[in-house]
């Protein structure tokens, strides 16, 4: 039986696109791709979900009780295991608490530079050029109750390139590791929820 996992997403979905092409060329064997949930209803996610024909609903993050409604279609969906795809919205330490070691999540740095609380998005991107470092990259690690802070389950490293900009390193770190990372933890954690 393969674990049922639930891609959350709040944006274009290209983290998303990696692992539905994952699972698709057959390198996520253990883990099937059950539930996309969104917190805006306008994520383009949504159309890659329905393209893939994968079950999809909108939670937005500033509904009420937005944590009790997720767990619901999480529960209606039967899944064992969270994947974070550019999902922008912090989970609560009673959530998180909920599924240990069983939520993942994407970070495009190599943790621990550049992370925790208000690193996202561009503005990593930033940072690193800011600070003029040469390696960058992304990280995979199980979410907890600190932002970026629990434990590392993979990461790679992308060299930072004289004349890169916020959106040039952007697309390098996703083409050169975070799709890449994704899937394959994706599938290292799905064989062991299920083991």
């Not at 696109?17 to 698709?24: C, E, G, S, T, V």
């Not at 959106?167 to 083991?195: C, D, F, H, N, Y």
Request: one cysteine or more; hydrophobic letters at 45%; glycine letters at 8%.
């Amino acid at each position: 039986m393969r674990t049922r996992i639930a891609v959350f997403v709040s944006g274009g979905g290209t983290n998303l696109q990696a692992l539905i092409d994952a699972a698709a060329r057959g390198d996520l064997p253990s883990g099937e791709l059950a539930l996309v949930l969104s917190s805006s209803e306008k994520a383009y996610a949504l159309e890659r979900a329905k393209a893939a024909g994968i079950p999809a609903c909108v939670v937005p993050s500033k509904a009420p009780e937005h944590e009790a409604k997720i767990l619901a279609q999480l529960e209606a969906h039967q899944i064992d295991m969270i994947v974070l795809a550019g999902y922008m919205s912090i989970l609560s330490e009673d959530f998180t608490k909920r599924f240990p070691n069983r939520i993942l999540n994407v970070h495009p740095s190599l943790i621990p530079a550049f992370c925790g609380k208000g690193y996202y998005g561009l503005r990593v991107h930033e940072e690193a050029l800011r600070r003029g470092v040469k390696v960058t990259g992304a990280t995979v690690h199980f979410v907890n109750e600190i932002p970026d802070g629990g434990e590392i389950i993979l990461q790679k490293a992308v060299e930072v390139l004289p004349g890169d900009t916020p959106e040039t390193l952007q697309r390098r770190v996703m083409e050169q590791a975070e799709w890449i990372l994704l899937p394959q933890a994706a599938e290292l954690v799905s064989k062991g929820v299920k083991a």
